[in-house]
């Protein structure tokens, strides 16, 4: 099966900070990809995605950058607040199925 | 206020029960999926349906069943033979059929636990 990992599985930062949640994929043959967020409890949030012939997209507040050639991806939140404390997760999908990783915490010091 | 519900937000099953998770889309998406989520796993795929009245299995049907008969509709049976149910259920949908380069949206989830 696929394997989408993340580096980290928590991240503390203050408010105000950014913050870099990061994604690698195993898939070369992937191209198009999908961040969530899911707080506690709910159903995973769309948050922005990416398709392979991209390099960078950006959002409200939050950039993904992919990285084709090492097969990684990665969400920047800019300013990051309370609100954005939950887990996030990338997913991948090379045309068949999506694939998800297990998620990093996110934990937003005030 | 379009969306996906899923329903009941709690669920507990006695051995040998065989239980129904609800799943409903008022997004007019032609397609609908069922995941499973465990603790320290990404989601898993059950079951898949691209079209009213055909459904396909995912990577973890056993144990599970579906239906299709209406295009917003979309349950999930966990039956007696799933040992190991207890885990926070996800239906999604997507716009058009197929698992291609499509924006696939969640609901709340079901979480289901064993009595």
């Known amino acids: 099966g696929e394997s989408v990992g993340l580096h980290l599985p928590t991240l503390s930062v203050q408010e105000g900070d950014n913050s870099i949640i990061n994604c690698a994929y195993s898939?070369?043959?992937?191209?198009?990809f999908i961040w969530y967020k899911q707080e506690s409890g709910k159903g995973p949030q769309f948050i922005i995605d990416?398709?392979?012939?991209?390099d960078k997209r950006q959002g409200q507040r939050v950039t993904v950058l992919l990285n084709k050639t090492v097969k990684h991806l990665s969400l920047q939140i800019a300013a990051t607040q309370p609100g954005d404390s939950a887990v996030y997760f990338c997913?991948?999908?090379?045309?068949?199925?999506?694939?998800f990783g297990t998620g990093t915490s996110l934990t937003v010091i005030p | 206020d379009g969306g996906i519900t899923q329903s009941p937000k709690y669920l507990f099953r006695k051995e040998g029960q065989n239980v129904t998770l609800s799943c409903e889309q008022n997004?007019?998406?032609?397609?609908m999926y069922w995941y499973r989520q465990d603790p320290g796993q990404g989601l898993r795929l059950i079951y898949y349906s691209q079209i009213v009245n055909d459904f396909q299995k995912g990577d973890i049907a056993e144990g599970y069943s579906v239906s299709r008969e209406k295009k917003e509709s979309f349950p999930l049976t966990v039956t007696s033979a799933q040992k190991n149910p207890t885990a926070f259920y996800l239906c999604?949908?997507?716009?058009?059929?197929?698992?291609?380069?499509?924006?696939?949206?969640f609901g709340p989830g079901t979480r289901l636990l064993v009595l």
């Open positions: 997913a991948e999908n090379p045309g068949n199925q999506f694939y």
């Open positions: 997004l007019n998406h032609d397609a």
């Open positions: 999604a949908s997507t716009k058009a059929g197929g698992l291609g380069l499509e924006t696939q949206y």
């Open positions: 990416i398709r392979s012939n991209m």
């Open positions: 898939n070369s043959a992937s191209d198009y």
